[in-house]
Structures are given as C-alpha cells and as structure tokens.
C-alpha cells in the first residue's frame, strides 16, 4: 500500500506551508496516528489560535504529510510536536520540515530552541541530533506509560543565534 502511494506520485514534492484554522481535524488525524495520548480537534483549535504558536505542514496533493509545531516567547521556542504520516516517513521529510521551522524561529528573532523526547525514540533522537540539538537535560522516569520503566525524557536545546 505504502510502496503504491509512493509509485503512484512518484517524485512529486512536497508544498509546504503554515497551519491554518481549518487544518485543525487533519492535524489531530495526523497526531492521533502518531502518539499513544492523541489532541483533540479543539486542542490544536486552541493551538491554531495561539499567536505564538507556529505549524509548518507538508502536503502531497490535498494529503497532510508532516507537521511541526511549537511556541515562541521573546527569544526561546518550545518544539511541541513533530509527526510525519507512516506513508511518508524515511524519506526526509521531517528533516525539511525541521529546517525550515528553524530558519521561520531564527526569523522571529528566537535564539534557542527547546524540546523534550523520549529516548528511546530513535527516529525522533537522530532527527534533532542531525539538526544540531544537544543535550541539556535527562528527566528519568518522565514517560508513565512506557513499556520501559525508567525511561528518560531528553531535554535538547539548539542555539540558532
Ligand atoms: C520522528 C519522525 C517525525 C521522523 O520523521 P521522518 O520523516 O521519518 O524523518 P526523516 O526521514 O527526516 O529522518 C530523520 C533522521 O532520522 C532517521 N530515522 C528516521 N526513522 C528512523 C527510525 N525508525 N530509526 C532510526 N532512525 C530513523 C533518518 O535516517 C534520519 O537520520 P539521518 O539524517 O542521519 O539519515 C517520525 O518517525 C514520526 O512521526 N514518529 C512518530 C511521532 C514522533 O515520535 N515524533 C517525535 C516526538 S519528539
């Protein structure tokens, strides 16, 4: 199935752009996909609204393929979330979509960047590592709900200025 959505946009490019209001269902379908606890269409509603909340999207057609999203105050932004659809993942689209948030930040004036992961996520891990994030923090114990008792959540930090 994955293989002949591929083939059938073969080397079709991504659009990217800013969430608006009405993406709100498409982004909780997308996030519910995603994460164990998922956001409600009213959540990301509220987050849509937030003036210092920015989500870049990547569609394939009329089809959300990845988000990211986070909160700015003054010069430091929070990643909140990061989610690219299984059909599309592997193939480098969360790192054009991370890069292209940090550069819109940097353009806001944020001068760094924080976030939490899991660390045993290895997809997640590699991804912001590869964009330059570094650790600055370990909360153990942070996910209840992990299959792994103990589990840490990362804190990175990437410095933009
Ligand atoms: C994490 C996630 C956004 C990555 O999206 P993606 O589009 O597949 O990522 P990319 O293709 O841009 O790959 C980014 C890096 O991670 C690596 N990677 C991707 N999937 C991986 C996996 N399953 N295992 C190990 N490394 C992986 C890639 O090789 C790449 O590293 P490289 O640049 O050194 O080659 C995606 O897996 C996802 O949506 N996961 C569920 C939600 C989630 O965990 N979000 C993060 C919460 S903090």
């Known amino acids: 199935m994955i293989a002949r959505v591929r083939r059938w946009l073969g080397g079709a490019e991504p659009a990217f752009s800013e969430a608006r209001i009405g993406d709100a269902p498409a982004l909780a379908a997308l996030h519910a996909a995603s994460f164990q606890r998922g956001w409600s269409d009213a959540e990301f509603e509220h987050l849509l609204l937030d003036r210092n909340v920015v989500v870049d999207c990547a569609t394939y ?6 988000f990211i999203m986070s909160r700015y105050a003054a010069d430091e932004a929070e990643i909140l979330s990061v989610a690219v659809s299984a059909n599309w993942r592997r193939c480098g689209l969360a790192g054009r979509l991370l890069a292209l948030h940090l550069r819109k930040l940097a353009g806001l004036r944020v001068q760094r960047v924080f976030l939490e992961v899991d660390e045993g996520n290895a997809a997640a891990c590699r991804l912001y590592r ?4 570094r650790e600055v923090g370990r909360r153990i114990g942070y996910y209840s709900e992990h299959a792994t008792p103990g589990a840490a959540a990362l804190v990175l930090r990437c410095d933009l200025a």
């Open 130 to 133: 590869g964009a330059g994030f």
């Open 61 to 66: 057609g009329r089809q959300l393929a990845g």
